[in-house]
DNA sequence: CAGTGTGAAGAGGTTCACAGCG
DNA sequence: CGCTGTGAACCTCTTCACACTG
């Protein structure tokens, strides 16, 4: 029988995922001129119960006072470091039609910790054209440059057929996470995370609670 | 948001979140030419236990037959039933800077149940635009022409600050169902339905699990 | 015999409730 | 007194395992 490893209590998945929200809305009240806040604002603001947000921050730390609450330029700096976007985080983006297009002009990414600095598309009518600050690079290029730059974010803006082959570029140049805009879902290896996108589903999910 | 029912068991929500995935992928295998797949094939393609596909759909009906697996246009048409997308629903969309121009392009909603009618934002310089196949309307008209329209489902691409303030107009003109663009979080009343695209929040997800 | 449908068991996530501290 | 942090209880979701069937 092997031994266990020490059990390391392992953040769920699923609280990390709140976090953005959280910070989001930390953000949004410093915006406001707020200083201090509290579980049951915090929960309110974003619908969730403020026992669920305490147990979650307490997953990495105490970061309240008790009986008065959290302190809010505080936490959002403890949030950007546990997210580790208390820095900007480079980022290559693969695709250049309408939605790519969107995405490289799209301004909120930066304020988040996202900067855009490579597009590239395999359609020859769109290589070597201009698109926000860039040039789209070729696909032929992309993994050497995405390497060299050590970038290890992608955006994947590409039709669906083409979703998984790009992908498996990706990760050859050292891609470790990728945002799936694609609707199709892609087999990448361990170590590489992917976070899909997908609108008409979110649609579809939405429907289910229509009345016909 | 799990709807409530007192008499009936509910089905979980994150279940019927689930479903526009399966038949996503359904579509892809249908589109490959299969007619016949299984819970364990389903699940690999989705990266889900087949386990899962399996206790999912019995939530709806016995779909498949033992030994042999699940005929694929048959689930297409009984996930499209359940999902309500065995028609097309109109759609309002709000808000007409880079994103939502995108959406209007975006020709992928067709395909899967919607098709946007109709286009408003609050800039004069838009106003009586064209945009895709839309002449862009005026916020002050757009309460009463999706009311007349009797349009239920809407798609908010407009800057958080103004988020609310739509969504509250939305509500006003009948919309029961909405897909939250801007990086905010809406309160709604019951029996509305919000679902949140959040790019820069799954960005946010990922780095958490990159190496600094 | 391959693969579904499903109770039961197991994991995982949320809420409760209260000690403890500012 | 107000609000956090947190074990414990509770609840939900996932996985197991097998009877059943084409």
Known sequence: M?????SVKPIPDIVVGRLPFYLRTLRSLAAEGRDITSS???GTRLGLTSAQIRKDLSYFGEFGKQGLGYNIPFLV????????????WE????GAGDLGRAIAHYHGFHDRGFEIRMVFDSDP?????SLADFKIGDMETMVDKVRAAKIRIAMLAVPATAAQKVADLLVKAGAKAIL??????????K???VQNIDPAAHMQHMTYYLES
Chains 1, 2 share one sequence.
């Open 2 to 6: 092997p031994h266990k490893s020490a």
């Open 40 to 42: 049951l604002e915090l």
């Open 77 to 88: 700096g403890q949030l950007r470091r546990i997210l580790k976007v208390d820095r900007v």
């Open 91 to 94: 980022v290559v983006l693969v």
């Open 125 to 129: 009518a769109k290589i070597g054209q």
């Open 180 to 189: 799936n805009y694609a609707p199709t879902a892609l087999v990448v290896p």
């Open 191 to 193: 170590g590489v995370t």
